[in-house]
């Protein structure tokens, strides 16, 4: 089993095109283009080039591009 760091950001760049649910601890950087549902307790960012069509639901939520669908978050959305 592969070692995880607490700390570790995990990036999803702006050529990546996913169709399925996403989940994930920690934190995640997405500026591709996203169909389906993100869960997570963790720290989501929807970087400027991110297209994002289905529900987030995120410990917390920091946008910059867009997300078509609702988001909803335990702490605060940005």
């Known amino acids: 089993m592969a070692d995880t760091q607490p700390n570790q950001k995990n990036i999803l760049a702006s050529d990546i095109e996913i169709k399925g649910?996403?989940?994930f601890q920690g934190e995640l950087l997405i500026d591709g283009?996203?169909?389906g549902e993100i869960t997570s307790p963790g720290m989501l960012t929807v970087g400027e080039n991110a297209d994002v069509r289905g529900e987030i639901?995120?410990?917390s939520c920091t946008v910059f591009g867009k997300v078509h669908g609702n988001i909803t978050v335990d702490?605060?959305?940005v």
């Open 21 to 23: 649910n996403i989940k």
């Open 33 to 35: 283009k996203i169909e």
């Open 57 to 59: 639901k995120t410990k």
């Open 75 to 77: 702490e605060r959305c």
